[in-house]
């Protein structure tokens, strides 16, 4: 992570623009946009002149929150891999999907406000996405632990379905079995 002047954050300021990322997600998904920046700042543990250092407007929070709980999501995929069998690290990558989807669920509203701003902070999200969940598709194909004829798109209408129907906080256990259910028909054979 670099700053505006292209030097790289020092490591206190990248974990304090990590925290008030990460705690901006969590509170505006809970608050929608009546969030109060000087609430998000003294939850993440840092000064409201930190934060408005890092993100000076609302809409640039929100977005930045939004990018990052993105990329954790990405960057999950080839750590996921390094670490279980492929199958796992679906699993597991299916879980983190819920996590976003219903953090992003949640900030709908904040989210609006930056779109209304003239910013997109979906621009490449899809792309991103179907990226790190090929990866753990063709990682899954290759050890045969899951059917070869799903492709990458059927599994993000099947994740995002699931997100829907079941993407509140309280409704985590359904998603739970949802997943399970979705990775049981994922499992090696011939397609009926």
Known sequence: MTTETGRPLRADARRNREKILSTAARVFAEQGLNAHLEYIAKEAGVGTGTLYRNFPT???????????ELSRLCEAAPELLAAMPPREALRAWMGR?????TAKLGMAEALRAVVDSGVNPYAHSRELMMTALTSL???ATATKSI????SPADMFAALTGVALASG??????????????????????TAD
């Open 58 to 68: 609302r809409e640039l929070l929100i977005e930045a929150a939004y990018r990052n």
């Open 97 to 101: 999907f819920i996590d976003y989807a």
């Open 137 to 139: 598709l063709d990682a």
């Open 147 to 150: 059917r070869s004829d799903i």
């Open 168 to 189: 509140k906080p309280e409704q985590r256990g359904q998603a739970e079995r949802l997943l399970d259910l979705t990775l049981d028909g994922l499992r090696y054979g």
